[in-house]
């Protein structure tokens, strides 16, 4: 069964849009294909469950885009709280660590390297909600 529209052109003029059912059901699946793909890229929050331990810097770039934030540090003490700690005692005194930081509307997940290394040595996600978050 077709279904006919009628609408009014530029010039005034009434027209009739005569649509089928396949037309109008393919139509239906793709605009709700892009709406889930809309909200699959709206938030990044899939990066939380993702594991990037062992993957190359150009990889993740080309993933997940240039990290929001940088940071570095020298490991000059023992032991630390936070985060970091999760790889904190595989690594040697005076060992540099390099901290990719990539925010979500969750949270923040944070990619470690060790040493100006190509991959990923350590990784961690810090919920913005405190209560989620172990006590370290």
Same mark, same amino acid.
């Given at each position: 069964? #077709?279904?006919?529209? $009628?609408? /009014? ?10 649509? &089928? ?6 139509? /239906? ?5 892009? $709406?889930?793909?809309?909200? $699959?890229?709206?938030? &990044? ?8 331990? =062992?993957?190359? !810097? ?10 929001? @934030?940088?940071?570095?540090?020298? @490991?000059? /003490? ?13 690594? $040697?005194? =005076?060992?540099?660590?390099? #901290? ?7 949270? !923040? @997940? ?6 100006? =290394?190509?991959?990923? /040595? =350590? ?8 209560? !989620?978050?172990?006590?370290?």
């Amino acid at each position: 069964m #077709t279904r006919k529209w $009628a609408s /009014a052109s530029l010039l005034g003029e009434a027209a009739v849009v005569t649509h &089928s059912a396949p037309y109008r059901l393919a139509r /239906a699946i793709s605009i709700l294909v892009i $709406a889930l793909l809309s909200l $699959a890229g709206c938030d &990044s929050d899939d990066v939380r469950e993702q594991s990037f331990v =062992g993957m190359q !810097k150009p990889d993740i770039i080309r993933q997940l885009g240039e990290p929001d @934030k940088i940071d570095e540090m020298t @490991k000059r /003490a023992e032991h630390i709280f936070g985060p970091i700690e999760t790889i904190w005692s595989k690594m $040697a005194m =005076g060992d540099k660590i390099v #901290t990719w930081t990539y925010n979500t509307t969750t949270g !923040k @997940k944070m990619l470690y390297f060790v040493n100006d =290394g190509p991959e990923v /040595a =350590g990784e961690y996600f810090w919920f913005h909600d405190q209560s !989620k978050n172990p006590v370290f």
